[in-house]
Nanobody, 125 residues
Framework: QVQLVESGGGLVQAGGSLRLSCAAS????????MGWFRQAPGKEREFVAA????????YYADSVKGRFTISRDIAKNTVYLQMNSLKPEDTAVYYC??????????????????WGKGTLVTVSS
């Protein structure tokens, strides 16, 4: 059974940092791009960041560029999202995803091959 399991969410003050992890199991994801989406209360799910299967290419939403960094450990089948300088508007449930699309094609596309169940990030002002 293929699973993507997120962890690392929590409550943090504005300006603080969190690191999210997404551990994949059930198959190898070495040929898949992996990434993150988020959904705030009352809003649609939106793209955050993605990283290619090799880890060489990354792509970010403009709203997080310069503050968030995505990385992956292929051997551990894990992808990370380091979130710095957090803002209250970053509050959302963050979802991990895996898909074979190029990272530049992720924004606006939601038919990912695999999804995690999400982890809640709350940023207080």
């Amino acid at each position: 059974q293929v699973q993507l399991v997120e962890s690392g969410g929590g409550l943090v003050q504005a300006g603080g940092s969190l690191r999210l992890s997404c551990a994949a199991s059930g198959r190898t994801f070495s040929s898949y791009a992996m990434g993150w989406f988020r959904q705030a209360p009352g809003k649609e799910r939106e793209f955050v960041a993605a990283i290619s299967w090799s880890g060489i290419s990354t792509y970010y939403a403009d709203s997080v560029k310069g503050r968030f960094t995505i990385s992956r450990d292929i051997a551990k089948n894990t992808v990370y999202l380091q979130m710095n300088s957090l803002k209250p508007e970053d509050t959302a449930v963050y979802y991990c995803a895996a898909d074979k699309r190029r990272v530049g094609d992720w924004p606006g596309y939601y038919g990912m091959d695999y999804w995690g169940k999400g982890t809640l990030v709350t940023v207080s002002s």
